[in-house]
């Protein structure tokens, strides 16, 4: 069940962060960009760690 729960994670955190990406690369105000690239990078770093954990 616990393996089960951390696959939902990392698929989330994975879809989130090519979801936050695909925005930003879109995006045209300077200020959003950031925000999206920051929630992106966070995403990003939580599916390696879970990744890892797997």
Known sequence: MLKLLKKV???Y???QHR???L???D???EELRMKLKVKAL???SK???IGLKM
Do not use: D, G, M, S
């Open 9 to 11: 994670k990392y698929y």
């Open 13 to 15: 955190h994975l879809f």
């Open 19 to 21: 979801h936050h990406q």
């Open 23 to 25: 925005l930003q690369q």
């Open 27 to 29: 995006c045209l105000n």
């Open 42 to 44: 966070y995403h990003n």
């Open 47 to 49: 599916a390696v760690e």
